[in-house]
């Protein structure tokens, strides 16, 4: 190929699976990505929403999915997804949810409704295991299906490394894989079956079509665009949230300070509380031995009273004694003088 086309690149995905006359490939993959999951294979399909390469030049935000409908009704929708996001998941079921309801007219009634099949690849991992197929249902914790109409398939692409090529769809993934790196005039075994080398032919118009190849150009610079955007959105939020974790590390720091300072200033209030009560306590004894004390003067101030008062009733005693004494004598001296 005069340049290398990666077949992930929406425009050209829809080259491939979306055009008319590229339907039976879309029916090839339908059936290879379906396999049991279908009650019986497809055998042809109308293309909804036809690949027109006039919307991918004028248009970057044609709509890119590819939406058909087979013989008997089933609707098919059939997306590539670069990039993945947390929201993703909603989208899948949403999108399947919108495709399934616009079915019914006014009038018609819920009977008419027929099964509708999701198919995406995916570029980016969702699940954190090694199955590169995931296939969705409505069903209760025993396995019994509510209904047969929902299906949401997902094939993870970096996740396929199958060494061998055995079968259809693994002929897929590894055409989506690695078909920009193949040289279109010596192709691998595994790309030697009429569907793969169909695929290749339209890989090689937009390698040989300058419009086409313009319209590729355009959808890797949109591509380019806004992944770049979704990474500068991704680092401008990885640093705020950096910023916010440090604000919050240094807020849990202060309230950790905060909260020993408070214990402490407790602890601190406590030990003045019980020095306060010492000291009340204290100066209560204090004021106790005082009294104490006065008492005891008091006590002493009134036995030495009472010494003095004693003393002097001896005195008056002894003079008392001292004067009758006297008085006696003088008695004995007036009798002896009779």
């Given at each position: 190929m005069k340049h290398p086309i990666d077949p992930k690149v929406d425009c050209v995905f829809k080259a491939i699976l979306g055009s008319p006359e590229n339907s039976n490939l879309l029916v090839n993959f339908i059936n290879a990505a379906l396999g049991e999951h279908l009650a019986y294979p497809v055998k042809s399909v109308e293309i909804l929403n036809p690949y027109n390469e006039r919307e991918f030049i004028n248009d970057k935000l044609s709509i890119v999915d590819i939406k058909a409908q087979d013989t008997e009704e089933r609707l098919f929708q059939?997306?590539?997804?670069?990039?993945?996001?947390?929201?993703?998941?909603?989208?899948?079921?949403?999108?399947?949810?919108?495709?399934?309801?616009?079915?019914?007219?006014?009038?018609?009634?819920?009977?008419?409704?027929?099964?509708?099949?999701?198919?995406?690849?995916?570029?980016?991992?969702?699940?954190?295991?090694?199955?590169?197929?995931?296939?969705?249902?409505?069903?209760?914790?025993?396995?019994?299906?509510?209904?047969?109409?929902?299906?949401?398939?997902?094939?993870?692409?970096?996740?396929?490394?199958?060494?061998?090529?055995?079968?259809?769809?693994?002929?897929?993934?590894?055409?989506?894989?690695?078909?920009?790196?193949?040289?279109?005039?010596?192709?691998?075994?595994?790309?030697?079956t009429k569907e793969m080398q169909q695929a290749m032919n339209t890989?090689?118009?937009?390698?040989?079509?300058?419009?086409?190849?313009?319209?590729?150009?355009?959808?890797?610079?949109?591509?380019?665009?806004?992944?770049?955007?979704?990474?500068?959105?991704?680092?401008?939020?990885?640093?705020?949230?950096?910023?916010?974790?440090?604000?919050?590390?240094?807020?849990?720091?202060?309230?950790?300070?905060t909260a020993v300072a408070q214990q402490e200033a407790i602890a601190a209030q406590q030990k003045t509380a019980i020095a306060q009560q010492e000291t009340i306590q204290a100066q209560q004894e204090a004021e106790q031995a005082h009294q104490e004390t006065a008492q005891a003067q008091q006590e002493a101030a009134q036995a030495q009273q009472e010494v003095i008062q004693a003393q002097q009733a001896k005195d008056a005693a002894l003079t008392e004694i001292t004067k009758l004494k006297a008085l006696l004598a003088n008695q004995n001296k007036n009798n002896d003088d009779y």
């Open positions: 059939i997306e590539i997804q670069l990039a993945s996001y947390p929201s993703l998941p909603a989208r899948m079921l949403y999108n399947w949810a919108d495709i399934y309801s616009q079915q019914l007219k006014s009038g018609e009634n819920y009977g008419e409704l027929k099964a509708c099949y999701a198919i995406w690849l995916l570029n980016d991992n969702i699940h954190q295991d090694d199955e590169y197929l995931h296939h969705y249902q409505l069903r209760d914790d025993q396995g019994y299906a509510l209904s047969e109409h929902c299906h949401i398939t997902l094939l993870e692409l970096k996740k396929f490394h199958h060494q061998t090529i055995t079968n259809n769809l693994s002929r897929w993934l590894q055409f989506f894989n690695e078909a920009e790196a193949l040289d279109d005039t010596a192709l691998p075994q595994w790309m030697q890989l090689s118009r937009f390698s040989e079509k300058d419009r086409a190849y313009f319209a590729y150009q355009a959808r890797q610079e949109y591509i380019r665009e806004q992944n770049t955007i979704k990474f500068e959105r991704e680092q401008e939020l990885l640093a705020k949230q950096k910023i916010i974790d440090s604000l919050a590390d240094e807020a849990e720091k202060i309230i950790q300070e």
